[in-house]
């Protein structure tokens, strides 16, 4: 239950005593500096006895430290490794032979599944190459494209896997199959193959591509009942099934190659080089995540917040997961070591905003960091000083590593993102304490910075990055598109998934409450509106890559984890908060991709 707080200021503050209190020299007048000190810590500690704190109950960690040193993994021998290496080299020789055969249907359904099974990143030259040339060719007319007319299962993968890539190919190519679309009276095998592609190439839709929505409703139709049916393809089933929850492209790309690899070793049709490595591959790499994981869950160890700050969420392994989900391939190690530790020191202080901190402390704690002064944490009581020195002292880690190895000072593109996050969380923390309910646009334009996805983002630019330009860091801290649809998708599927449980622990009324007040609308409604706003917002992001791929102001690899933010996002909050909340869902999929071998 969630308890009132008793709001009183803070007394006797003696922040203007210690910016020189470990230089004063020995001296009669130290004397009574010390006795103000001791008699401001007694003040504070009778203070911080009589304030009654919020409290949200957060259930302890289910991964403990010791658990997660225990993982091991035999894969990373080196039979192990050699025996990557030649699948990897037989997979090569295929393409190449796709490629020179001019069997561009196939080509795509390979490119298709590499992508599925999480490995298309050892063979991105080989991939470029076949999507150059199936380009140009669609380019000048469709010569080896005989199928572009006439099957929407291959019109719809060839539009969905070049979009993913970059390439300009107009929603206008399906016009040839609106009565197809439209007519949902067959059940037949190869139709609903054709409707779930097209389904899945949907949702690559920009704004102003109407058709695509608007039939996407058709496909959807014919699908639930093609699954109703009798007597159905399973493999077929089960992909139609596994989109309709959420389609691929919105999916978490690390938990969807483990879900395909199954899938696929079930495929009559399945090659059987490929399947092996995506077998052998899935397990090299999670070996990977195990040490990383390992070395983060060290750090957490020696910060002591987890045991420190008892009334915070506790969720490491929930902030590696999320990493993961951001950047799962091999060379991103570093990356995902520093978004663990950013995610995790963002939880406990978004903790202290929502649950613990009097409101004078944490205008004192924002205070603090907008300076990012060491010495203004005297000010602070003893739990915030904590969090200050943890995060002073891991940002400013950060930047030394990135002026050591780019020689660019980013320290202050990091503070201005970690204040402006926390004058969100103030904004959030007033309205509560004054009873505030702000209009649904008041609270969406603050809460898409305060969901922490546009510092994840400038911290990941800086952590994933081969080359850092201050070109690229002045557009980040004026939150480019990019940013920000990301991060209002990411908003809004927490809002889907947590409203509820904080509305009942007493926190400010979230985007769902928000436009129930403004419309008067039922909350059946008013999550129907949020849905079509996640819609909305994918659009706009669709359309924003395909304008970055063009710039080149940031590398490709920094825009597919943005689009991996939002991704994360709809999975950790597919059921319920799988953030806050270890013991369901995300506990399978924390096995599934860091435990067990596939």
Known sequence: MTMALLHLPLLSPISCFTSTQNSLPSHPKFYVFSQMVKQSTLVRKAYDDYVVRRSANYEPPIWKHEFVQSLKSGFMEKKCLDRRDILIRKVKTILNEELLVNDILKGLEVVDELKRLGLSYHFQMEINQILESMNEKFQNGGEG?????????????????????????????????????????SNCEEKAKGMLSFYEASFLAMEGESFLVEARQSAVQHLSKYLKSNNNDEIICTMISHALQLPFHWRMPRLEARWFIDVYRRKPDSNSVLLELAKLD????????????????????????GEKLEFARDRLMANFFWSVGMGCEPHLGYFRTM????????????????????????????????????GAIDSLPNYMQICFIALHNTINDMAFDAIKDYGVNVISYLRKMWTDLCKSFLIEAKWYYTNYKPTFQEYLDNAWISV?????????????????????????????HIIRYSSVIFRLANDLASSSDEAKRGEVAKSIQCYMNDTSASEQEARQCIKDLIMDSWKKLNKEVQTLNSTQLFSEGFVEIALNLARISHTVYQHRDGHTVEDHETKERVLSLFVKPA
């Open 452 to 480: 922490s996805g546009s510092l994840l983002l400038l911290h990941a630019y800086v952590f994933a990055t081969n080359s850092i330009t201050k070109e690229a860091l002045e557009c980040l801290q004026d939150y480019p």
């Open 145 to 185: 494209l005989e199928w572009k007319n006439k099957s929407l299962y291959a019109t719809s993968l060839h539009f969905r896997i070049l979009r993913q890539h970059g390439y300009h190919i107009s929603q206008d190519v399906f016009k040839e199959f609106e009565d197809e679309l439209e007519n949902l009276d």
């Open 282 to 305: 899935f397990n090299v790499v999670q070996s990977i995540h195990q040490d990383d994981l390992k070395d983060v869950s060290r750090w957490w160890k020696r910060t002591g917040l």
């Open 339 to 374: 978004s663990t530790k950013i995610a995790s020191l963002i939880t406990i202080i978004d903790d202290v905003y929502d649950v613990y901190g009097t409101l004078d402390e944490l205008e004192l704690f924002t205070d603090a960091v907008e300076r990012w002064d060491i």
